[in-house]
């Protein structure tokens, strides 16, 4: 389970995070949504160890993450709370073949050339790319692209996995297709997911649970079922995208 609890983070002296409290429970998916730039990326970032900076606490499996980010990567395995992160672009290296970004963190373990090679390639036929590896991140759409980068998260077996924007700027087929590629994949391996998006579809898809991120603060915290409800009036006010309302448009 991952549990922050009045975590802050500044930037320049201004509050990008005020006080944010959320709690993901083992084995679920937890969705934040947001707007553009109210900080969704920042706050997954944070999660993921990259802004050590930040106030409050986060704890991954009731362990610090200042301490977590110091455990070594077996320790991390034995303990089972591996983390793996999905870049909004794919985050993949241009000059490398398929094959090599999504061996990339894998090379950095122990393991064999064909242990290694089992993986990745069972990895990209998962996200539906097998036959790919060769080819180089430029001669794949977006939409292959954003697989790729599932693919090397997963082949790393993480037991949590955090998702930033997994479907920005695909149309609505394509984000149908990577949301039914995430729900699998929950379903598959039954990993603790944080996913940000600003997509009410992927939300309403894929999330056991919501958080409304506005303001630095998750203003609204509650099952799926009850946010598309629309019963709370933030909820109500984003889905509809009404002007009007307790969400103050600036
Ligand atoms: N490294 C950084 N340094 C300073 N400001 C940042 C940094 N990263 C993000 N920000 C600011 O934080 C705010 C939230 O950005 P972001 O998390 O990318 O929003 P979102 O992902 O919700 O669109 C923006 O105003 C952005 O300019
Ligand atoms: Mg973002």
Redesign the pocket.
Known sequence: MIALEHVQLL??NHP?LQDVNLFVQQGSTYVIL??????????LKTIAGLFPQFSGTIAINEISLHEYTQLPINEKIHKNITMGYVFQKGGLFDSMTVYDNVAFGLQRRAGTEDEIKNKVLSALEWVGLAGSENKLPSQLSGGMQKRVGLARALCLSPAIILYD?PTAGLDPVLTDSISELIVATQNKYAMTSIL?TQDLAVAEKTAHRIGL?HNGMIIVDCSADEFFTKTNPYAKQFIDGDSEGPIEII
């Open positions: 930037f320049n990008v947001g707007k553009n730039g109210s900080g969704k990326t920042v706050l924007d940000v991120l």
